[in-house]
């Protein structure tokens, strides 16, 4: 079983970067993966989807499509969320989890496992 770990949460002031890595025991290359958020008293919001061995086709929700980055290097096992301009609104805990379903649309997307997740948070 894919067991994943996110790392690289902290306190950011706003318009900071931070970047976040997903990292796993097991093979993560034939899976297509997300990032997901949860804010306190909030939904679960997805976030992003990277496609899985080719890693060539990626999604971003509208609320982050410009300021966020997913990408992925097979060689080192590990998938990244690169946050730019941050907002206070982006504080969350964030997860990453292999996805079973397309990445597109991301508002369907089918997770199997997820990580404990790392909290970022966003304030002057």
């Known amino acids: 079983q894919v067991q994943l770990v996110e790392s690289g949460g902290g306190l950011v002031r706003p318009g900071g970067s931070r970047t976040l890595s997903c990292t796993s025991a097991s093979i993560l290359s034939g899976y297509n993966v997300g990032w997901f958020r949860q804010a306190p008293q909030k939904e679960r919001e997805p976030i992003s989807c990277?496609?899985?061995?080719?890693?060539?086709?990626?999604v971003l929700a509208d609320s982050v499509k410009d300021r966020f980055t997913i990408s992925r290097d097979h060689s080192r096992n590990t998938v990244y969320l690169q946050m730019d301009n941050l907002k206070p609104e982006d504080t969350a805990v964030y997860h990453c989890?292999?996805?079973?379903?397309?990445?597109?649309?991301?508002?369907?997307?089918?997770?199997?496992?997820w990580g404990q997740g790392t909290q970022v948070t966003v304030s002057s």
């Open positions: 989890a292999t996805v079973l379903s397309p990445c597109w649309p991301i508002g369907d997307l089918l997770y199997e496992r």
């Open positions: 990277i496609s899985g061995t080719g890693g060539t086709d990626t």
